[in-house]
């Protein structure tokens, strides 16, 4: 799947997980590969017409929606790692109390904190797989590696903190997973049918980081996946 028809079909979902298209879309001005979206000339643009026939365009590059509780909601495409290779797809809210340090949280903060991130893991399960995206992730700030930067990489602090593979992926390396899983925090993990997802990030849990969970998971999908993009 292409990255623009993954974007359409991310769209379908967003606006199945109760989001509105606003109308406003940010395009590049040329046709041409970029990094990120930062490196090219662009524009923003309102549009009323279809997702299929906005993007057809081929120049879009976030697309934004809204959400009833979430707010602003950006649907587009991520930064590439090397020439020519595609971009994955980028949803991005605004993070709210995730951004600020846990201490200074008052009870409200860690009830949005728990809402956005309960939100996001499950958008980010539920447009996996109509995307056949083999793997995604959710940080703040952060940056989704390719299958070549996870191969030839050693964890980058830019790397997310919530990693989710596809069932696909468990049942081509069945014996791995379940030797991953069984060193994992079990609280930390959710199986389902689409696949599994672990947070390395909890920050109403001790430790609030599994840096060595995070590792053994960056490892395994670097066995699994491959460094084919």
């Known amino acids: 799947m292409d990255q623009w028809e993954a974007l359409g079909v991310a769209w379908d979902v967003l606006i199945g997980a109760g989001c509105v298209f606003v109308g406003d879309v940010l395009v590049a001005r040329e046709h041409r590969w970029f990094r990120d979206v930062s490196d090219v000339e662009r524009e923003l643009v309102r549009s009323s017409g279809s997702a299929r026939d906005l993007l057809a365009r081929g120049d879009v590059l976030r697309v934004q929606f809204r959400h009833r509780s979430i707010g602003t ?13 595609p971009h994955p797809l980028e949803i991005a809210v605004h993070a709210g109390a995730l951004s600020l340090p846990v201490e200074i949280w008052s009870k409200a903060d860690r009830q949005a ?17 109509p995307t056949r995206a083999r793997y995604g992730a959710i940080g703040i700030e952060s940056r989704l590696p390719s299958p070549a930067s996870l191969a030839r990489a050693q964890r980058s602090p830019y790397w997310p903190t919530t990693w989710f593979w596809s069932s696909q992926i468990g049942a081509d390396a069945e014996v791995e997973q379940e030797r991953l899983l069984s060193k994992l925090s079990q609280s930390a993990l959710s199986r389902t049918k689409e696949g599994t997802l672990f947070r390395a990030w909890r920050p109403w849990s001790d430790p609030r980081i599994d840096v060595p969970g995070l590792e053994q998971v960056a490892s395994f999908l670097v066995r699994a996946v491959g460094p084919l993009n």
């Open 113 to 129: 904190a728990k809402r956005v991130m309960g939100w996001m893991e499950r958008l980010l399960i539920t447009v996996a797989g």
């Open 73 to 85: 909601v950006a649907l587009g495409l991520a930064s590439a790692d090397e020439f020519g290779q």
